[in-house]
């Protein structure tokens, strides 16, 4: 801002440049990555085997993360109309919000599997739908607290801006990063457990192996001994 204010429009023209480029290039990977999202997706509508509870649950994934990219590359081209870009706003921050619940879900179920060692409950149907609402239900109640708190302190519903999403920086950073970082956190405490539950999973029964090769040897050993000694015998008789 102090470069463009204060220095001649070379270098404005130059940031300008910048930006269009910075612009262009993020629609392209976007666009990449709704593709791969699509694949993805018909893969898992293709093929009814992978359609198990994870699988599910992975497709709800796609599902949201696709919809904020969609939102995400409207908001950035669409800034014109600022009722249509606060609608954009509230429905992007929706989306990425059901995206962060649906893998911290994800996550979970993973962990659940393997920390119980249930790899297909059966009651598969219920828990998939609680699931789905958990995570929706979560998003909607973070918006509409984040639309409380901005009518409280901005005197707006803190969505529309110049990228149709959070106008405020305090917003973004309470209200987006820290979900985020607790997404991070809390996913990373389930890869951990889940690690050290698969390592000591394995070490049982290694050990469980090991007490049932000596008790095979142990019994192997007394069957040889009286085998032996029954051979003596009927030595000894005849």
Request: net charge positive.
């Amino acid at each position: 801002v102090f470069l463009t204010e204060n220095k001649p429009s070379a270098v404005r023209r130059r940031i300008t440049e910048q930006d269009e480029i910075l612009r262009w290039l993020t629609l392209s990977t976007t666009l990449l990555s709704l593709l791969c999202l699509l694949i993805t997706f018909a893969v898992y509508c293709k093929f009814a085997a992978l359609r198990t509870l994870p699988g599910k649950n992975l497709m709800i994934l796609l599902i949201n993360l696709f919809l904020a990219q969609i939102f995400f590359t409207l908001g950035n081209n669409m800034t014109e109309d600022q009722t249509l870009c606060v609608v954009i706003g509230v429905i992007q921050y929706f989306c990425w919000l059901s995206m962060l619940c649906s893998f911290t879900v994800y996550s979970f179920h993973t962990f659940r599997v393997f920390y119980t060692f249930q790899a297909r409950p059966s009651f598969e149907t219920s828990m998939f739908v609680k699931y789905v609402a958990v995570s929706y239900l979560t998003s909607t109640f973070v918006v509409a607290t984040t639309i409380v708190v901005s009518l409280s302190y901005y005197d707006d519903i803190g969505y529309g801006g110049e990228i149709c999403f959070l106008s405020h920086t305090y917003l973004r950073v309470g209200v987006f990063l820290t979900p985020i970082v607790l997404s991070v956190i809390v996913n990373f405490t389930f890869l951990v457990v889940v690690m050290f539950r698969i390592v000591s999973a394995e070490q049982v029964q290694s050990s469980n192996q090991e007490r049932n090769n000596d008790k095979g040897f142990f019994l192997h050993n007394i069957y040889s001994k009286l085998l032996s000694r029954f051979i003596h015998i009927c030595k000894l008789c005849d």
